[in-house]
């Protein structure tokens, strides 16, 4: 069975600051995906980027990008310019492809401070 | 764009009733959505896979004749709470996926809330 975990429960930076989130998983596949979704106090998920795993050049979309390493099954998300917007609880998540079923990882708490 | 909605945002209800959860994908036809629950500050936890024309697809420990769910288009599906009770009290979210060409997306509604008294 896949698994996703996020070793850090919160986190705390200023704005404007760079921030990473780390998010490692285990599987025995080789074709699957991998997401980050943002969930803000408002609870709407939403989807932050997304990385197909056969793909080496890592994915971002304007400030936030993601550092993908398949042979360590490591795939974190850095966020750049940090705002107070993205203060939010962050999910890593898996899929295999074809399967559409997700596994989330625990999350992370991430707060913008002023 | 894609657009899921849930409907009622929030229910409270008393216990022993039954509640029934909308989710509509607004703007694309969905063959499969999910249903999710969430307890504060924690992740979200898969319920079942509702695939449109057929049974859904329950995940271990979800208790079928609890949860009824029904996909009965491309566009809805809906989560049934039958005899509900306080420890039934959650955060429940609905995602559709949205097929295109080269790659599956998950889009989520906004959740609904229910409480049981």
């Known amino acids: 069975a896949q698994t996703v975990t996020q070793s850090q429960p919160e986190m705390s930076v200023q704005e404007a600051e760079t921030v990473t989130l780390s998010c490692t998983y285990d599987?025995?596949?080789?074709?699957?995906?991998l997401f980050w979704y943002k969930q803000p106090p408002s609870r709407q998920m939403i989807l932050v980027i997304r990385?197909?795993?056969?793909?080496?050049q890592n994915a971002t979309e304007n400030r936030f990008s993601v550092n993908f390493q398949k042979a360590a099954k490591s795939f974190s998300l850095k966020i750049s310019d940090s705002q107070l917007g993205d203060t939010a609880m962050y999910f890593c998540?898996?899929?295999?492809?074809?399967?559409?079923?997700?596994?989330f990882g625990q999350g992370t708490r991430l707060t913008i401070n002023p | 764009g894609a657009v899921v909605s849930q409907h009622p945002s929030w229910v409270i209800c008393k216990s022993g009733t039954s509640v029934k959860i909308e989710c509509r994908s607004l703007?694309?036809?969905?063959?499969?959505m999910f249903w999710y629950r969430q307890f504060p500050k924690q992740s979200l936890m898969l319920m079942a896979t509702?695939?449109?024309?057929?049974?859904?697809?329950?995940e271990q420990g979800v208790e079928k004749d609890k949860f009824l769910i029904n996909h009965a288009s491309l566009t809805l599906s809906t989560l049934t709470v039958t005899s509900a009770h306080p420890e039934d009290s959650s955060f429940y979210i609905c995602?559709?996926?949205?097929?295109?060409?080269?790659?599956?997306?998950?889009?989520f509604g906004p959740g609904t809330r229910l409480t049981v008294l």
């Open positions: 995602s559709a996926t949205k097929r295109t060409v080269d790659r599956d997306t998950q889009y």
């Open positions: 990385q197909e795993a056969y793909k080496q």
């Open positions: 998540a898996f899929t295999l492809q074809g399967a559409q079923k997700l596994v």
């Open positions: 599987t025995s596949e080789s074709n699957y995906y």
């Open positions: 509702s695939n449109e024309g057929s049974k859904a697809t329950y």
């Open positions: 703007d694309f036809q969905a063959t499969t």
